[in-house]
């Protein structure tokens, strides 16, 4: 089992920034890929960012390209979102996620989901 603990979501104005955290622990070998997806209300969760094992390979929704980068901390194996210019259509709940891959993870075949941090974008 791994287990995902998320955080850093918030109020933010447009244009601001805001950088989401996702610890895993456990066995994490196993699922060593990690990123992020997002979820508002009435629709279905969507790929957001992720990085492979070695943080070598990254991966980016289209809607968030050259606003967020996603990396990664071994010593706390740690996965970070650091989001920039951020719009108010980026609102959503955020939720950590880790699979076998991070080809995995961009269509949608996760193993393991953190919970979700809100993350509101006012205008």
């Known amino acids: 089992q791994v287990q995902l603990v998320g955080s850093g979501g918030g109020l933010v104005q447009a244009g601001g920034s805001l950088r989401l955290s996702c610890a895993a622990s456990g066995r994490t070998f196993s699922s060593p890929a990690m990123g992020w997806f997002r979820q508002v209300p009435g629709k279905e969760r969507e790929f957001v960012a992720a990085t492979s094992w070695s943080g070598g390979t990254t991966y980016y929704a289209d809607s968030v390209k050259g606003r967020f980068a996603i990396s990664r901390e071994y010593a706390q194996n740690t996965v970070y979102l650091q989001m920039n210019s951020l719009k108010p259509e980026d609102t959503a709940v955020y939720y950590c996620?880790?699979?076998?891959?991070?080809?995995?993870?961009?269509?949608?075949?996760?193993?393991?989901w953190g919970q979700g941090t809100q993350v509101t974008v006012s205008s």
């Open positions: 996620a880790a699979s076998v891959s991070g080809a995995s993870l961009k269509t949608g075949r996760v193993d393991y």
